[in-house]
Every structure is written in C-alpha cells, then in structure tokens.
C-alpha cells in the first residue's frame, strides 16, 4: 500500500497512506509505550492493529526497534513518554466527563483508537467514532477477530470531517440536547485553516451546555521549527519509512483554537506541553529548541457555557 504524503482537496487514505499512517504511527507509538512491567500506558490492543496494517517501519516502532538515542526527541524513552503524556490527557478529558454525568462522547477522526474498548465507561455511555470509511471498517473488523467487545454502546460513522458529518453523527442517534464531550486528538494540523474553523463552528452548533471539547493548542503564530522536519527525515530514514510527516500538515496562518472557542461561548483551560511533562511526573528533555516549543503548545480544554 502507498505511503504518499501528496495532499489534495478530497484526498482519501487507508491506515498504511498519507494522513492515515499517521494514525497507525501513534497507534505504534502506544504498542510501545504499553509494553512492560513498568509500562506508562495501557492499551492492550495497539500492537495486533499496527501488526494488521502490515506498515514493516511501524511494526518496528511498536516492537521497540526503532530508536535514535543521541536525539532528545526521538529517542525510545522520550516517544513513550510522550505518547504517554498525550494519551493520559485524551483519557482523563472522557474519564472526567464520565464522572461528571456525561453519557455521549465523540472522538473525532478516530482512526485507531481503541478507548470504546479499553476504558471503563458508564453504563448507558454511548461514544460515537467518525473517520473514513475504509478506517472505520479496518478497525472494527480487526478488534472483531480479536474477539474484542466495546465497553460502551459504540457507534460508528463512516465520514470524512470535510463532509457533512454533523448530519451523518445526528442520523446514528446523536443528542443534540445532551452535553457531549468531544475530543480532537493530533486532528487540526492536518486540516486546512478554514476547516478547523469550520469544524470548531460545527461542534459549537452541535453542544448542549456544559458539554467539553479537548484538543492540542499552539500558541498563534507558532510554527514547526525547520531543524525538526530534518529530525523527522533523519527518524523515517532510521526506521526505513518514507513518510515524510511535515509535508503531511497544513500551513499558513490560522485562528488560534483558545481565541476562536473563547469568542463563541466556551470556557477555556490549557496546559503547556512543559506543565504536562512535569503533572505526569516527566522532566523536558535538554534541548533549547524542545524548551522554547514545550511553553507555546500544550493541551486544550474547552466547557461549552452558553448559547450564541
């Protein structure tokens, strides 16, 4: 299967190509980050997805042999604290949201995502799951033969984010009454700057009050640094990839997520990617680039508190 990094209005893409690759990439990353007696994460069906793939550089990724050690930032140590960071984040927002009484979640291109399997939901929890529909029936077939069962009423909607898919989450029984709590992870980089705007308008029009969105922020302005798109070659290079992840994003200036959701009724709480590694009990790696990022990014929170 191709690996293409070509972008193009209406581009698709199954889980071993392009945008979706990215998907299996963190889904490796996870595989590595569960593994062990002292694993900082747990998800015990990351590494039969990648497998199922069949991407030989991410089966790597998720065995443990890929690793560029005189790197601070792709050594094996520093992805799986990463992905940890990240992970436990994402869970903590549906955890939360849970315990709060939230019943209706939505993981937004969920690609594979197994949290409709391996966390503990309510009863009468219902998490909608919406990506591609070549992604959507991947998963769903392989956590079937695994003999796997979701955890809560999952449902799955077969759509592409750039389509009409506030209509396509409402005909599979979404609540528009209901407070929902939506996340968006490693999603809006690669969406052109009107479609993030056109998506954060749409989960806006589709929140009941006291619903929550939860995604990564980047401080306006900000920018991947140069010197990390030649880090990611070095990395593909290492592992025998030719994903090259950079060209994968959407430049260009777009509307900062904590300006946008604050000016249409959303109450905002962010954590810098810095504060994230010390909460989990990580220290930032040394290295000057890595430091000055770590305060402009971060993890996003948003409670929806009013109608507009």
């Known amino acids: 299967m191709s690996q293409t990094n070509t972008r193009y209005d209406g581009d698709t893409w199954d889980l ?26 747990h998800d015990p069906y990351a590494d039969a997805l990648v497998k199922a793939v069949g991407v030989e550089s991410l089966i790597r990724v998720a065995n443990g042999e890929a690793n560029i050690e005189d790197d601070p930032m792709l050594n094996r140590r520093r992805m799986t604290e990463q992905i940890a960071v990240r992970t436990r984040f994402f869970d903590d927002v549906f955890t939360n949201a849970a315990r709060d009484g939230i ?18 939901w309510p009863a009468g929890s219902v998490v909608f799951e919406l990506d591609q529909p070549q992604v959507i029936e991947f998963k769903t077939r392989v956590m079937a033969d695994l003999g796997v069962s979701p955890t809560a009423d999952r449902r799955t909607v077969a759509v592409d ?5 506030p209509a396509a989450l409402r005909e599979h029984g979404f609540d528009v009454t209901q407070p929902t709590a939506w996340i968006a992870e490693g999603l809006l980089i690669y969406l052109p700057p009107e479609a993030q705007d056109r998506l954060l308008d749409n989960v806006t029009a589709m929140s009941a009050p006291g619903s929550r ?41 777009r509307n900062s997520v904590t300006d946008y959701l604050t000016e249409r009724g959303w109450r905002i709480s962010t954590v810098s990617t810095r504060e994230s590694y010390a909460a989990n009990g990580f220290d930032m790696p040394d290295d000057e680039t890595l430091v000055q990022f770590s305060d402009s990014t971060g993890y996003l ?8």
Request: no cysteine; glycine share 6%; charged share 20%.
């Open 213 to 253: 969105f939860a995604t990564e922020f980047m401080a306006a302005g900000m920018t991947l640094p140069d010197s990390w798109r030649e880090r990611f070659k070095k990395y593909s290079a290492q592992i025998g990839s030719d994903i090259d992840l950079p060209a994968l994003f959407y430049d260009g200036e």
């Open 161 to 165: 984010l750039r389509d009409d898919w």
């Open 103 to 120: 019943t209706q979640a939505v993981i937004l291109a969920s690609g594979l995502d197994t949290r409709a399997y391996r966390m503990s």
């Open 16 to 41: 071993a190509s392009s945008v979706g690759a990215t998907a299996t990439s963190v889904a490796a990353s996870r595989a590595l980050a569960s593994r062990g007696p002292d694993a900082l994460i």
């Open 301 to 308: 929170t948003a409670t929806r508190t009013q109608e507009q």
